[in-house]
């Protein structure tokens, strides 16, 4: 069998290729092994995203008594019905992804693909010989192999969301970003939760001043086992999880330690390629490209920027380099943007403060601990920092945990992307009371740092104590 293009893989990055592929032919093949349904939809950001609605919507309950509001105390998470309602949303978010084999036909096959060469494949036992490839056969949950003895007791977020009740006790090992803000939605369901991870930051975050906000907070709601291996014991009917200062009697554990790139077995060897030694190849990131074979590799399973938005890109770019008539340069990639949906929420927009040159930036930060919008809503915690070029006073990027770290992260996406000055985001309007004023704090104190900003801003003024006007 001979197509133009074979697309492998049916997730984010892999619908996002073909919608491109689309563009230039109608001769393509879509090979996809397992279910149809976007690991976004299925078991990551949408579900995950529907608990958190539901811890965040019963944690409110511990503010109403502030509020004046009386008789919160009979308020309670009915687990099986919160867990039956993550289903159901998910189910209905995963109606598009399970669509696609039945819409495209026979250009949709259900199988395992593996690599012949640069322009052979092997599927369901038949050779496939194709132009172009794009490969994007998404990742898997990270189990240590030891793990598996326990059996239905190891949780992932692959199986989390298929439980139709939970037990009172979890250990979740792995306090990244999923980690967190998981660990974080069954505590505030009410169940007994202790997290474990092998180093001693949380959430990804890179800068020592968030994490330093962070840290605290997210202790005051789970407790934290940091800076050693988790080990696991099995105690009869339960597990003994024990790491950094102690252990904890966990009915099931999460693994939460992040997911493998799905490339064994996917015949990359046979590329005659370099791959180091995870088996992966050098991937051009502006092209996706394989060394200069027209086979690329996208998505979660080439491991570069593991979120849906640049799955999603990735397609995108390698949909449009496959075409027979595409440019070899590439594509420019977006300004990078990571979040996480605790409480309060950890973003970081840019490079990581670690990855920049301390002498060449101005710093300016906010606490959120004091900060008016979020003492009216009861949420006031935490700090932005924002960086900028000390020269020139363009934003490079920024560190934070803050109430709606969401929405003011775009913000500064946003300003970065269209390589702003700290001067042209203090020349915008800023509403009151609202958290942006959070962010125009924040400005202010970096516009000290940086040479000329100038304008008639009050970025040069001490504060007066006047949160409308500081």
Excluded at 302 to 318: F, K, S, T, W
Aim: charged content about 25%; hydrophobic content about 45%.
């Amino acid at each position: 069998m001979k197509v133009d293009t074979v697309i492998v893989g049916a997730g984010s990055a892999g619908l996002s290729a073909l919608r491109e592929v689309r563009r230039y032919t109608d001769d393509f093949l879509l090979v996809n092994d397992g279910h149809w349904g976007t690991t976004c939809a299925a078991v990551g950001c949408m579900p995950s995203k529907a608990l958190i609605e539901a811890a965040n919507a019963l944690h409110r309950r511990g503010t109403f008594d502030a509020f004046g509001i009386q008789g919160a105390g009979g308020l309670r998470a009915d687990i099986p019905t919160v867990l039956a309602r993550v289903r159901k949303m998910r189910d209905d978010f995963m109606k598009g992804p399970e669509s696609v084999p039945e819409k495209l036909g026979e250009r949709a096959v259900s199988g395992r693909a593996r690599l012949l060469g640069p322009g052979r494949l092997e599927v369901n036992g038949k050779t496939v010989e194709a132009r172009a490839i794009i490969l994007a056969p998404g990742s898997s949950p990270v189990v240590p192999g030891p793990w598996r003895e326990f059996s239905d007791r190891i949780l992932t977020t692959d199986s989390l969301f298929e439980q139709t009740d939970l037990p009172r006790r979890i250990a979740v090992v792995g306090m990244g970003a999923i980690g967190v803000e998981i660990a974080q939605a069954l505590a505030r369901l009410g169940l007994d939760v202790a997290g474990f991870d092998a180093i001693e930051g949380v959430a990804g975050i890179d800068d020592r001043e968030v994490m330093a906000a962070f840290h605290p907070l997210i202790e005051a709601e789970i407790a934290l086992h940091l800076g050693a291996p988790a080990e696991l014991e099995d105690a009869g009917k339960t597990i003994r999880v024990t790491g950094a200062g102690g252990g904890f009697e966990a009915d099931v554990v999460l693994a939460a330690m992040g997911r493998r790139p799905n490339i064994d077995d996917l015949g990359l060897e046979t590329l005659d390629v370099p791959l180091d030694d995870k088996g992966m190849p050098e991937v051009d990131p502006d092209t996706l490209r394989i060394g200069d074979l027209p086979v690329f590799l996208v998505g979660d399973a080439n491991a570069y920027r593991p979120l849906l938005h640049e799955a999603a890109d990735e397609g995108h770019i390698a949909g449009r380099m496959a075409a027979p008539d595409a440019a070899n340069e590439g594509l420019c990639r977006r300004t990078p943007l990571s979040i996480v949906f605790s409480s309060p929420q950890v973003a970081r927009v840019g490079a990581p403060l670690s990855d920049l040159d301390v002498d060449a930036i101005a710093t300016g930060a906010a606490d959120f601990s004091q900060q008016a919008r979020a003492r009216m809503a009861q949420t006031a915690a935490g700090v932005l920092r924002i960086h900028a070029r000390r020269d020139t006073g363009h934003l490079l990027a920024a560190e934070m945990c803050v109430p709606a770290a969401e929405h003011l992260a775009h913000l500064l996406a946003l300003a970065i992307e269209q390589r702003m000055t700290v001067a042209d985001m203090l020349a915008m309007p800023f509403y009151h009371p609202v958290l942006e004023e959070g962010l125009r704090s924040a400005l202010r104190d970096l516009a000290k740092g940086v040479e000329g900003v100038g304008g008639s801003d009050l970025s040069g003024c001490e504060a007066i104590g006047h949160d409308a006007l500081d």
